[in-house]
């Protein structure tokens, strides 16, 4: 029903950007990685998916139309909802999954909280053929975020409107998560800067 929304960044929180379309404000629930790439005040396209219930309407945002086709994939199979689908794609991202599904990676898909070891499995019987390969190769897919992930970090809680200091802060706190990882998750690390800041607050 709704493609996509585009218009100006009016507010930020840490699982949901709100954009002004029109003179009505969107809240779109939208994945750490997302959130990363938006800046309050700054134009953004995102697409969207809209989940309808009976009592409510929630509309997902997406960086590209590929995590949106991925979320919307997952939830083809038994007992994946929204939410769940969300969570993958905030631990994972789309080329990192098809890596995980391409392989039979069980560990990978147990990362994701709300996931089990059977759920996993029945996931990767489920899913297997359906994600396709991978889009870019698993180097040049990791090696960005690995080189950058303090200022990716930085700016993300800058334009979440934390302070310098405090961001500074927060990226100094998830150090060491990020430099135990061969590739640091951008997502994950923004979720543990979050609860380290809402800790001191």
């Given at each position: 029903m709704i493609a996509f929304v585009s218009g100006p960044v009016a507010a930020l929180a840490p699982d949901t950007?709100?954009?002004?379309?029109?003179?009505?404000?969107?809240?779109?629930?939208?994945?750490?990685?997302?959130?990363?790439?938006?800046?309050i005040g700054q134009q953004a396209k995102l697409a969207t998916s809209?989940?309808?219930?009976?009592?409510?309407?929630?509309?997902?945002?997406?960086?590209?139309?590929?995590?949106?086709?991925?979320?919307?994939?997952?939830?083809?199979a038994n007992g994946v909802g929204p939410r769940l689908a969300q969570a993958v794609l905030s631990v994972h991202t789309p080329d990192a999954l098809r890596r995980a599904f391409a392989s039979g990676d069980e560990k990978a898909l147990t990362a994701v909280p709300g996931i089990g070891k059977k759920g996993a499995q029945k996931l990767l019987i489920?899913?297997?053929?359906?994600?396709?390969?991978?889009?870019?190769?698993a180097p040049?897919?990791?090696?960005?975020?690995?080189?950058?992930?303090?200022?990716?970090?930085?700016?993300?809680?800058?334009?979440?409107g934390y302070a310098t200091?405090?961001?500074?802060?927060?990226v100094a706190a998830v150090a060491p998560q990020a430099e135990a990882a061969e590739n640091p998750n951008i997502g994950?690390?923004?979720?543990?800067?979050?609860?380290?800041l809402n800790r001191a607050r």
């Open positions: 950007a709100v954009v002004e379309v029109g003179g009505v404000g969107m809240a779109l629930q939208c994945t750490p990685n997302t959130l990363a790439g938006l800046r809209l989940v309808v219930r009976e009592d409510s309407l929630t509309l997902y945002g997406f960086a590209d139309d590929d995590e949106k086709q991925v979320f919307e994939l997952l939830q083809t489920e899913l297997k053929d359906r994600l396709g390969a991978p889009v870019g190769s040049a897919v990791g090696a960005p975020v690995t080189a950058g992930w303090r200022d990716q970090l930085h700016a993300a809680l800058i334009g979440l200091r405090e961001a500074d802060e927060a994950a690390l923004l979720k543990a800067a979050l609860q380290t």
